[in-house]
């Protein structure tokens, strides 16, 4: 267990290429733990995932508009809430 060395890819469906993640030792006496946490971390920092389970089936153009103007909706309605909380209605 000395080289231990964690690795991941992932493409897309557009053939869009991410690089490689790779994490290594620190030292030797670094935990697989350790190492198993910050490469988990990289991989969610990156975004590699969400743009994998995005790609992993298609979504109809209207469709992605629509789910935007939901999305800004809610997030008006967010902000309208937190705002009459601070002032205490």
Same mark, same amino acid.
Do not use: W
């Given at each position: 267990?000395? &080289? %231990? ?17 790779? %994490? ?9 733990? &350790? ?12 975004? %590699? ?41």
């Amino acid at each position: 267990m000395q &080289n %231990v060395k964690l690795a991941c890819s992932f493409t897309s469906v557009k053939v869009k290429l991410f690089g490689m993640i790779q %994490v290594t030792k620190k030292d030797s006496k670094e935990s697989v733990e &350790n190492l198993l946490r910050r490469f988990s971390r990289k991989v969610q920092q990156s975004g %590699v995932l969400a743009e994998a389970k995005s790609a992993q089936y298609f979504e109809k153009p209207l469709s992605k508009t629509e789910r935007r103007a939901k999305a800004i909706v809610r997030r008006e309605r967010k902000l309208e809430k937190t705002k009459k909380l601070k002032l205490g209605r």
